[in-house]
């Protein structure tokens, strides 16, 4: 292992500095997938100087392999029916495209927002998951802990879907889902969606993070400069995304400098 890092770190001593071609050394040297292995173990000066010689697309190649390296166990995303279907549907995409196995189940008011909100049909957003459950469903697989989940997102989550989990009143497979990862101490992400807020609203909030659940409405970050909803989306999810070790190139990090 120091022995491979000693050699990626020996070949960039050779790339000249403030080149910002790719270098013809690292072509041919260890695949992205190694460098993103030993990445953590390195120094973060050299790390970032190794960084600068990666194109976009070697580093999406390698945050892919790096997810899939890691061998995620499925993350379970909910869309409810509050506002913001968007939010669900990239957060899909985004497991797709990172080699995040994901389980979905969308309930119906989930699909009736689907469709008010985008041109997106019910067999579309499937699609974009590795499989679905019917909500109904509470003896589906992801309904029992012996299930292997790296956590939930319920992405936008409603008020009343907010209200079962803090009551853990398992109705249905989206709440008896996130009351299984609760339990299991699994990461559980609610992007909860409505405004404005009554006290009842903030108290179900603080009980369901009393419970562990991470409350994440979803706002905006105006520090980086979004230029369209899908900027806004793209960040939220890719925040959300942090939450579950999930390695993504989502999100304009900030770095200090105004
Ligand atoms: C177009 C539309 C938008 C809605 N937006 C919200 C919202 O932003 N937040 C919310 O809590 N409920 C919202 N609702 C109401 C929920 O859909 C409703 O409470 C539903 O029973 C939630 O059920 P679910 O959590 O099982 O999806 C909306 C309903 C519709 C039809």
Same mark, same amino acid.
């Given at each position: 292992m120091r022995f491979l890092c000693d050699e990626m770190l020996g070949g960039l001593a050779r790339i000249p500095q403030n080149s910002h071609k790719r270098p013809e050394s690292y072509m041919t040297g260890p695949p992205p997938m190694l460098l993103a292995r030993f990445s953590y173990q390195m120094h973060d000066e050299a790390f970032a100087s190794l960084r600068r010689h990666w194109t976009h697309t070697d580093e999406r190649a390698m945050i892919r392999a790096m997810n899939t390296e890691t061998n995620h166990p499925p993350l379970i995303v909910g869309i409810t /029916?509050?506002? /913001?279907a968007a939010l669900g549907v990239e957060t899909l995409r985004a497991c797709r495209d990172l080699g995040v196995p994901a389980h979905l189940i969308i309930t119906e008011t989930g699909v009736r927002a689907l469709h008010l909100e985008t041109d997106l049909s019910l067999d579309d957003v499937k699609a974009l998951a590795t499989q679905t459950y019917p909500n109904k469903d509470v003896g589906a697989a992801v309904a029992s802990g012996s299930f292997k989940a790296l956590g939930m997102i319920i992405a936008p989550c409603s008020i009343k879907t907010l209200s079962g989990i803090a009551g853990s009143f398992s109705h249905n497979l989206m709440i008896r889902a996130a009351d299984v990862c609760l339990k299991e101490h699994r990461p559980v992400v609610l992007m909860v969606r409505e405004t404005p807020l009554h006290k009842g609203h903030l108290s179900l909030m603080s009980s369901a993070a009393d419970l562990g659940c991470h409350i994440m409405p979803p706002m905006p970050a105006f520090y980086a400069k979004p230029k369209s909803i899908d900027d806004m989306v793209r960040h939220t999810v890719g925040r959300a995304l942090d939450l579950f070790g999930i390695e993504h190139e989502r999100v304009k990090r900030w770095t200090g400098e105004a």
């Amino acid at each position: 292992m120091r022995f491979l890092c000693d050699e990626m770190l020996g070949g960039l001593a050779r790339i000249p500095q403030n080149s910002h071609k790719r270098p013809e050394s690292y072509m041919t040297g260890p695949p992205p997938m190694l460098l993103a292995r030993f990445s953590y173990q390195m120094h973060d000066e050299a790390f970032a100087s190794l960084r600068r010689h990666w194109t976009h697309t070697d580093e999406r190649a390698m945050i892919r392999a790096m997810n899939t390296e890691t061998n995620h166990p499925p993350l379970i995303v909910g869309i409810t /029916g509050a506002s /913001g279907a968007a939010l669900g549907v990239e957060t899909l995409r985004a497991c797709r495209d990172l080699g995040v196995p994901a389980h979905l189940i969308i309930t119906e008011t989930g699909v009736r927002a689907l469709h008010l909100e985008t041109d997106l049909s019910l067999d579309d957003v499937k699609a974009l998951a590795t499989q679905t459950y019917p909500n109904k469903d509470v003896g589906a697989a992801v309904a029992s802990g012996s299930f292997k989940a790296l956590g939930m997102i319920i992405a936008p989550c409603s008020i009343k879907t907010l209200s079962g989990i803090a009551g853990s009143f398992s109705h249905n497979l989206m709440i008896r889902a996130a009351d299984v990862c609760l339990k299991e101490h699994r990461p559980v992400v609610l992007m909860v969606r409505e405004t404005p807020l009554h006290k009842g609203h903030l108290s179900l909030m603080s009980s369901a993070a009393d419970l562990g659940c991470h409350i994440m409405p979803p706002m905006p970050a105006f520090y980086a400069k979004p230029k369209s909803i899908d900027d806004m989306v793209r960040h939220t999810v890719g925040r959300a995304l942090d939450l579950f070790g999930i390695e993504h190139e989502r999100v304009k990090r900030w770095t200090g400098e105004a």
